[in-house]
T-cell receptor, first 116, second 109 residues
C-alpha cells in the first residue's frame, strides 16, 4: 500500500518552544491530509484538514494560531506546535488521502510529543 | 460526518472468526464505510472499505446490511497479532474522517 512518513517519531521539548512535525506521502500525491491528536487510551481526535495550496480547516476548539499547518506541496504537510506547554503533550498522527485507491486514508506512524 | 457506534471491547479465541459490529444509522448515500485498526502507539492501519456491496480482501471481509445502517467486519481466522483497537468510520469521498471510540479486540490463545 501507499506509504506516509511522519517525523520525528518522538520529541521532547521545553515549555515555550515550538515543535515542527512533518508528514510526507512517499509514493503518491495527497491533495488532502489530516492531522489528529490522541491522548492515552482515547480515540483519535481530528484537529484539522490540510489542503494543498490553501489554508487549513480547523475543527471546533482547535486553536489555529497554536497549531500551524502548512501544506505547500502535494507530498508534504507540516504541523507546528507553537509555544508548547505540558498540556500539549500528546500523540500526533497525520494521514493522507489516496485518490487512486478509493480514497483510502494512509496514516503516518505518529509523533509522541512530550513538553517539559 | 455520520457517527458510528461500536462495542467497547470483544474477545476472540485464536483461530476462530472475529465478528466486529458497527452501527451507522445516519449514514448518507454518498458515504462509504471504512475499517481501520490501531495497535498500541502506532498509526491506524487500513483494513477494508465498502459502499453497499459486501467486500473481501486478504485481511478481512466486510458485510454491509441492505439498508446500510450497520456493518460487520469479519477476521476469518484471528491470530494474536490481530489484537488491536478497531475503528469503523463513515466518510464521503474527499470528506473528513472522524473516529469514534472503536472496539478493543483481544485475541486469546
Amino acid at each position: 500500500g501507499a506509504v506516509v512518513s511522519q517525523h520525528p517519531s518522538w520529541v521532547i521539548c521545553k515549555s515555550g518552544t515550538s515543535v515542527k512535525i512533518e508528514c510526507r506521502s512517499l509514493d503518491f500525491q495527497a491533495t488532502t491530509m489530516f492531522w489528529y491528536r490522541q491522548f492515552p487510551k482515547q480515540s483519535l481526535m481530528l484537529m484539522a484538514t490540510s489542503n494543498e495550496g490553501s489554508k487549513a480547516t480547523y475543527e471546533q476548539g482547535v486553536e489555529k494560531d497554536k497549531f500551524l499547518i502548512n501544506h505547500a506541496s502535494l507530498t508534504l504537510s507540516t504541523l507546528t506546535v507553537t509555544s508548547a506547554h505540558p498540556e500539549d503533550s500528546s500523540f500526533y498522527i497525520c494521514s493522507a488521502s489516496h485518490t487512486g485507491s478509493g480514497e483510502k486514508l494512509f496514516f503516518g506512524s505518529g509523533t509522541q510529543l512530550s513538553v517539559l | 460526518d455520520a457517527k458510528t457506534t461500536q462495542p467497547t471491547s470483544m474477545d476472540c479465541a485464536e483461530g476462530r472468526a472475529a465478528n466486529l459490529p458497527c452501527n451507522h444509522s445516519t449514514i448518507s448515500g454518498n458515504e462509504y464505510v471504512y475499517w481501520y485498526r490501531q495497535i498500541h502507539s502506532q498509526g491506524p492501519q487500513y483494513i477494508i472499505h465498502g459502499l453497499k456491496n459486501n467486500e473481501t480482501n486478504e485481511m478481512a471481509s466486510l458485510i454491509i446490511t441492505e439498508d446500510r445502517k450497520s456493518s460487520t467486519l469479519i477476521l476469518p481466522h484471528a491470530t494474536l497479532r490481530d489484537t488491536a483497537v478497531y475503528y469503523c468510520i463513515v466518510r464521503a469521498i474527499a470528506g473528513k474522517s472522524t473516529f469514534g471510540d472503536g472496539t478493543t479486540l483481544t485475541v486469546k490463545p
